[in-house]
């Protein structure tokens, strides 16, 4: 899936998935558990839709995402350096490192990360 194709949420959007107010939303994002984006210059923030999953019928943010922002942040990404490497195609992972996190890859991810360090 290339940028492009993705379903973007805005805050609210997030909170309502989530059945939580925008200040847990905030929350979530300073623990790094999901990441937003400004699509435009001066834009509202935004989430990939993909960063939600269901578990056991309630909408949750995808439990792989903050160890892996986590280690992009330590790594030296930002926002939306880290944002663009999780859409970017990775000849590693053979996908998006996002669509590996979806698809349960979450230790091939990190390694690919842990080799970005350096």
């Known amino acids: 899936m290339t940028e492009q194709n993705v ?26 558990r999901l990441l937003a984006t400004r699509r435009t210059e001066g834009g509202d923030l935004m989430v990939d839709s993909r960063m939600l999953v269901e578990k056991d019928g309630a909408v949750i943010p995808l439990p792989s995402m903050r160890g892996t922002l986590t280690m992009l942040k330590d790594s030296g990404y930002n926002d939306a350096e880290a944002q663009g490497w999780l859409l970017r ?12 996190l979806l698809d349960g890859k979450t230790h091939a991810v990190r390694r690919v990360i842990a080799g970005l360090a350096f």
Do not use: H, I, K, Y
């Open 7 to 32: 379903t973007w949420l805005t805050l609210r959007e997030v909170g309502e998935a989530l059945n939580v107010s925008q200040r847990e939303v905030r929350s979530m994002l300073r623990d790094l």
């Open 89 to 100: 195609e990775d000849l590693e992972l053979g996908t998006t490192p996002m669509q590996a």
